[in-house]
């Protein structure tokens, strides 16, 4: 069933900005030394079909059972699967923030591997160098930008709207404010709809926001050199938010998030006046039934946003 089912590509570039790892392994035991080079996402276990989706996608890789902290891994590690389809994907559907970087380095690895040069103390070596360069080990002061993400240079390539779509699935929310007791505290109900990233993807969220016309909403700073765009006004998230998503579509559990955040927005305006909440103790009872069902509107092929198939 899945297999007759296509996901955009860029669906899947935006996802792997935020989920995906691009992974060089060197391990010594006594004079042995295991080299590997390994393409993989891990998310939890819930959006095991949208992993799939894209495992199908690739036509290449393998999904492992769920661990013991509910999460699964879509791993490819074939020389030749990441040779002749991971690499060739990226590079025709290229990230668009810091892990681009994280892909040059791995590109060249997988040219050693390609000539085989990794076996000697040569490759070895440099295989080292380059994942000491990778993901958390980077050198944070000097991130470089990739240039085809740059307005105005002769490469760029712009944000395609799938690719913020993959994007929002693996690092945007969409949530209900509701820790308030009190129906009259305008805490209680709101809606909102964000990204938070390290400061590095700063350029990459003000291409989001470029690309939603949303040029208006501030990048907040966060603790640990992190920054978020958070869209909490009613009017934006109606006239803007939803119909983007409608459009270009979300899969697995931020879509069903997506959906409820569609339906309690609709209870809101069907019970204000003049754009004011008629707030009533029923009102926040539904709201709550709404945002807490887990049923999913929930139905199984909501997970996956197909229909007809």
């Given at each position: 069933?899945?297999?007759?089912?296509?996901?955009?590509?860029?669906?899947?570039t935006g996802y792997v900005e935020a989920e995906g790892n691009f992974s060089i392994s060197v391990y010594k035991y006594g004079s042995n030394v295991t080299r590997a080079i390994t393409f993989n996402i891990h998310v939890h276990a819930e959006d095991i079909i949208f992993l799939t989706l894209i495992k199908n996608y690739f036509n290449c890789g393998t999904i492992c059972s769920v661990d013991k902290f509910g999460h699964v891994t879509y791993t490819v590690k074939r020389k030749d699967d990441i040779l002749n389809i991971i690499i060739p994907f990226f590079t025709k559907y290229p990230l668009q923030g810091t892990k681009y970087l994280d892909f040059l380095l791995f590109v060249q690895a997988a040219n050693l591997f390609s000539k085989n040069e990794h076996l000697t103390d040569e490759g070895t070596a440099k295989l080292l160098v380059f994942k000491n360069l990778m993901n958390t080990n980077r050198d944070k002061s000097k991130f470089i930008q990739p240039s085809h993400s740059i307005l105005g240079n002769k490469d760029y390539i712009p944000l395609d709207p799938n690719y913020i779509s993959g994007f929002s699935i693996g690092d945007g929310h969409f949530s209900l404010r509701k820790n308030s007791a009190n129906i009259?505290?305008?805490?209680?109900?709101?809606?909102?709809?964000?990204?938070?990233?390290?400061?590095?993807?700063?350029?990459?969220l003000k291409s989001i926001l470029l690309a939603l016309d949303l040029n208006n909403i501030n990048i907040h700073k966060k603790a640990l050199g992190t920054i978020q765009i958070?869209?909490?006004?009613?009017?934006?998230?109606?006239n803007t938010i939803i119909p983007f998503f409608d459009k270009y579509p979300l899969y697995g559990m931020k879509l069903i998030a997506f959906l409820k955040i569609k339906d309690i927005l609709k209870l809101l305006d069907d019970n204000s006046i003049n754009g004011r909440v008629k707030w009533t103790p029923e009102l926040k009872e539904e709201i709550l039934k709404i945002w807490d069902n887990k049923s999913s509107i929930l139905n199984e092929d909501a997970t996956l946003n197909v229909k007809g198939w």
């Open positions: 069933m899945l297999s007759n089912f296509s996901i955009n590509p860029w669906t899947i009259k505290n305008q805490v209680f109900g709101s809606l909102s709809y964000g990204v938070t990233q390290h400061v590095d993807n700063t350029y990459l958070n869209i909490s006004d009613r009017a934006t998230i109606r």
